[in-house]
């Protein structure tokens, strides 16, 4: 592998972190299995686009690419609450309605290109080396957005949401409403990886109606690999491991194409990646059973 590919490996990581940062705080925090991820992801990236081909500044293309995905989160969780459609169906739904969505906001295009418009990256590369632009824009941004999520779980707001997803029926007897709460992690899960679309929008000069296919699986790989790898001891080092990766899932991948695999059998690589971090758990687990058993027997 180059090392162009390995850097470029790590960037794109550090987009795909804050999508895993998204689908950290559905999936894992609020407990909801959340499927508006591959749409919302568009919806973000298509906003973001749009944006900057009409001349907006890139950071507030990113800031309405955050509210775009906000709005199909908050969509997915009144669904589910309102009108108490299952989270997976509700999400399901919105993945589905959001598709029509953004082709208005790509103005019936399938395809819209940025390569003539001004973006975050190619701003950064006025004020770094160019080699290296993408790479600290990449970084910054991933550092603020972890900071973001850690001080916002930590406050009391946080603490709510986060006791939601552990026990829902304790937290309605505590007099918060669990339905407020899910409305508000939904919103701010898909708000994150709205802002993930958009800046891999702004990464690649392109969005495409068809770019988030299978994007939740990449999410889910990203949490279960820097899970299983680099430990949830505590909140900091849970995110700093779900970021983490996210960047070794796309090495993973580099390294498969390096191989000789096909770029239209990556789909399945990362399904293979998923089994395998899922397994991991368990085989561990059934690993320390045996151990014990042999100690009491030896004993």
């Known amino acids: 592998m180059t090392v162009g590919a390995l850097i470029g490996s790590v960037e794109l990581g550090m987009i795909y972190a804050i999508l895993a940062l998204g689908v950290f705080l559905s999936f894992r925090t609020l407990n909801t299995p959340d499927l508006t991820v591959d749409g919302s992801i568009v919806t973000g990236a298509a906003a973001s686009a749009m944006l900057c081909t009409l ?147 702004q990464y690649q000069g392109y969005c495409d109606i068809g770019m988030g296919v299978g994007m939740v699986v990449i999410g889910l790989a990203s949490v279960i690999i820097g899970e299983v790898i680099f430990g949830t001891s505590n909140l900091l080092r849970r995110l700093i491991a779900v970021a983490l990766g996210a960047i070794v ?3 993973i991948l580099a390294v498969a194409l390096n191989l000789g695999m096909q770029a239209t059998d990556m789909k399945l690589v990362s399904a293979v990646i998923v089994v395998i971090a899922l397994s991991m758990g368990v085989l561990g687990e059934s690993f320390s059973a045996r151990k014990k058993k042999r100690g009491a027997k030896n004993a």
């Open 55 to 201: 001349g907006v500044h890139p950071v507030l293309a990113l800031v309405a690419a955050f509210i775009g995905g906000a709005c199909a989160g908050a969509v997915t969780a009144l669904l589910n609450t309102k009108l108490k459609i299952q989270a997976l169906l509700a999400g399901i739904l919105v993945m589905l309605g959001v598709y029509s969505i953004n082709l208005r906001i790509m103005g019936n295009k399938a395809n819209l290109p940025l390569m003539k418009s001004e973006t975050l990256y190619t701003k950064a590369e006025e004020l770094f080396p160019s080699q290296w632009a993408k790479l600290l824009v990449g970084a910054i941004v991933l550092v603020v957005v972890i900071a973001i999520f850690f001080f916002f779980l930590k406050t009391r707001m946080g603490f709510a949401l986060r006791a939601t997803g552990d026990n829902e029926e304790m937290v309605r007897a505590a007099g918060i409403s669990s339905d407020n709460m899910k409305l508000l992690g939904l919103s701010v899960s898909n708000g994150f990886v709205g802002l993930a679309g958009g800046l891999l929008a």
């Open 249 to 251: 899932y796309r090495l």
